[in-house]
């Protein structure tokens, strides 16, 4: 009898435990955006199945089911397009081409600018990047000697305009000079960065490194050694640098366990915060606040035109102070990550933006003056890298390059700049003339009857396209064309430096409104009743799934593609379509 209620107690306890486990794997599950950006081993898998197809020619130009004519206009458009940067590009484009073979970076941008069935249609001229010899103020020049106004802020460092930097550098250089590349010994110049960067901080101690990558890859370290948890929470769509560590979904191989993808703004992520604990950090992007639960945009997945931006500066704000309680709550490390944000949003970055005071803080980019830099800020006890009665736990992090005299000094003449009366007067106005600048170039697109919204979060600005299109990835090459510079990504993210004066923005305006006036003229944004996002990603859909399972294509439809075909049978778009095994393979091969 005693055995058979042994028997019994062990069967209820461990029912009673695998229901325990169920409900929190449950609640768990709750927490994440119901995207695939919010199932980072989905989103891989599915990823890896994605077969590659391209459209043909007869297909390429009435892919949205446009008529023949507007077809027809369209590619005459494109080899307008086409003439236009050659003429004005040779000498640019000449020199970058040989870098496709040899830097791997380069091929990787020369194949992720648009979507990929319209990939191999595109010249060089469309694929290929810049090469820029010099700068003034908020332009670069190529080696055509065409001036571009910048809108990709060099992926961000461009806070204040190119002469200020070079001038942080020039006055960096001659401190340096006499020490040279000396490592392991600091430069002097430390002790006044470190405490300009504890005051803007709010923290503690101060660690230097190369990259903002690293900086997080330290942040998230010392945070696990400290509160010996195993997992960082980081929110949907949040970007932290390369380090698989907290990039778990598409781009990343390993196979990541240790980090949890909760969605933002999102009741269930603070429950899980409350009552899990393995939870060592949470890392925040303060960019998230411009488009919550979503990647940064990009027009390499410009399939249709839902891109959307949902800045609200109070209930983002309110939504941190939550985190920020519950991490005090938790013992949980509450880490800023203001690689980006950092000395752009205020001058106490996005911890002054939204008043927040975060438990360490990352930063890069623009903090080393021009040169490259990352660097940790945390409260004494998070920082330290040993444990006194444990004399060989340690938390070791070193950088060859870390503290380099030239950065250092680049730096210290960077962190006092911005300390001056004229740039803290930008910092005071730049959130109003910013939202301000955004009214008056929405108002131009209103009055060009252009398919066009823009959208910001202080300056930072992205491009929304109000009317159904697959074409709105062209964008990008006739801005190029009308003389503006964006980053490889396209139209999704404008970096703009705070040194813009309202002249050089009027001639931003006017150059997007001549760029994008010429891409209608050209018939990129024709219309039609049956041309819906939905349409177009159903269209999208099956073109993949075609791709992937030819055996399907009878009974997929094309409703767009048909349409432009004319022809009722289901398989005729597909066979428009060439598949090939991957992207990498040498069918692909661009230009």
């Not at 004519?69 to 004005?88: P, S, V």
């Not at 010996?228 to 907290?246: E, S």
């Not at 960019?287 to 109070?314: E, G, Y």
Request: aromatic letters at 12%; proline letters at 3%; a positive charge.
């Amino acid at each position: 009898m005693q055995q058979t209620n042994l028997y019994f107690f062990i069967v209820a306890f461990i029912g009673i435990y695998l229901v325990y486990k169920v409900i929190i794997r449950l609640q768990l599950s709750k927490a994440k955006h119901p995207s695939l950006r919010g199932h980072s081993k989905w989103s891989r898998r599915i990823a890896a199945n994605i077969p590659y197809f391209t459209y043909q020619d007869s297909v390429y130009f009435c892919s949205d089911g446009a008529t023949k004519d507007i077809a027809d206009t369209r590619r005459a458009g494109l080899q307008q397009l086409q003439q236009n940067i050659r003429a004005k590009c040779s000498k640019t484009i000449a020199h970058y081409e040989p870098l496709e073979e040899s830097v791997s970076d380069v091929r990787f941008t020369s194949h992720y600018r648009i979507p990929f069935p319209y990939r191999r249609q595109l010249t060089k001229e469309f694929t290929l990047g810049s090469i820029a010899c010099e700068t003034k103020g908020s332009q670069v020049k190529d080696l055509d000697g065409n001036w571009r106004y910048d809108l990709s802020g060099s992926y961000g460092v461009n806070v204040f305009g190119y002469d200020f930097y070079k001038a942080c550098m020039d006055v960096g250089s001659e401190k340096a000079k006499a020490i040279g590349p000396v490592l392991g010994a600091y430069h002097p110049l430390i002790t006044e960065n470190v405490e300009l960067i504890k005051k803007v901080s709010g923290l503690d101690e101060v660690s230097f490194h190369m990259s903002g990558t690293e900086a997080v890859m330290q942040a998230v370290r010392l945070a696990r050694y400290h509160t010996g948890r195993t997992h960082l929470v980081r929110l949907c769509g949040a970007y932290h640098g390369w380090w698989d560590g907290v990039q778990p979904g598409i781009g990343n191989n390993r196979k990541t366990h240790d980090v949890y993808t909760l969605s933002d703004l999102s009741e269930q992520t603070l429950h899980i915060l409350n009552t899990r604990r393995d939870i060592a950090c949470v890392l925040i992007n303060p960019l998230q606040a411009f488009h919550p639960n979503a990647d940064s945009a990009s027009d390499v997945s410009l399939v249709a035109s839902d891109r959307q931006t949902h800045f609200d500066k109070n209930a983002y704000t309110r939504w941190l102070e939550k985190i920020r309680e519950v991490c005090t709550k938790r013992n949980i490390v509450l880490i800023f990550d203001e690689v980006f944000t950092g000395f752009r949003l205020s001058h106490r970055g996005a911890q002054g933006f939204f008043g927040i005071q975060a438990d360490m803080v990352t930063y890069g980019k623009t903090l080393g003056g021009g040169f490259p830099v990352g660097a940790v800020a945390g409260t004494h006890r998070l920082m330290k890298r040993f444990k006194d009665n444990k004399p060989i736990d340690v938390s070791f992090a070193r950088g060859t390059f870390n503290s380099h005299p030239y950065v250092i000094a680049a730096m210290n003449e960077f962190l006092t700049r911005v300390q001056q009366p004229q740039i803290q007067e930008i910092y005071a106005t730049a959130e109003q003339v910013w939202n301000n600048r955004v009214a008056q170039f929405n108002q131009a697109l209103l009055n060009a009857k252009l398919p066009i919204q823009i959208t910001n979060m202080h300056s930072i600005l992205s491009v929304m396209y109000t009317q159904p299109s697959r074409y709105n990835w062209m964008l990008q090459f006739y801005l190029r064309d009308a003389g503006l510079e964006l980053s490889w990504t396209g139209t999704g993210r404008f970096i703009m430096n705070l040194s813009y004066t309202d002249q050089e923005f009027q001639q931003v305006i006017k150059r997007f409104v001549a760029g994008a006036t010429q891409m209608q003229a050209d018939g990129w944004w024709w219309s039609s009743a049956a041309l819906t996002n939905n349409a177009i990603k159903k269209q999208f859909l099956n073109d993949i799934l075609r791709a992937k399972f030819p055996a399907m294509g009878r009974f997929l439809a094309s409703p767009l593609i048909d349409q432009n075909l004319n022809t009722s049978e289901p398989s005729g778009a597909f066979n428009e379509m060439s598949s090939a095994p991957s992207i990498s393979s040498n069918s692909d091969k661009v230009g």
